[in-house]
């Protein structure tokens, strides 16, 4: 079975082998993003807790890493989590990385 990651308010899965495919309560539209140009910055809010932002670039960069600003150009999606649901997170998105051959940082860059 493909990865996916089920919240209350999206769904995050991998569709045909090589895509993310993100849809959102209340938003009818699903969104893909290659793995390839897949990129998923986490920073932390003020209060306890990250930001997850997803988007994509096509210059070489980790597929998953701590930043203390998130800098992804054009269309992203932001996910506010709690920090005890980060580990979660981070072993959905190395197993993307997995899958396409890409890293993961797990230190803030």
Not at 73 to 96: C, H, T, W, Y
Request: proline share 8%.
């Amino acid at each position: 079975m493909p990865p996916e990651l089920n919240r209350d308010d999206a769904i995050m899965r991998v569709v045909d082998g090589d895509t993310l495919e993100i849809m959102f309560a209340g938003i009818t539209n699903a969104e893909r993003i290659p793995l390839a140009w897949l990129v998923v910055q986490v920073h932390p809010m003020r209060k306890k807790g990250f930001q997850i932002q997803i988007g994509s670039s096509s210059t070489e960069q980790p597929l998953y890493s701590f930043v203390r600003k998130p800098s992804i150009p054009g269309k992203s999606f932001i996910v506010p989590i709690r920090a005890e649901e980060e580990p979660e997170f981070r072993a959905f998105f190395s197993q993307l990385a997995e899958l396409c051959g890409r890293s993961v940082t797990t230190q803030e860059s």
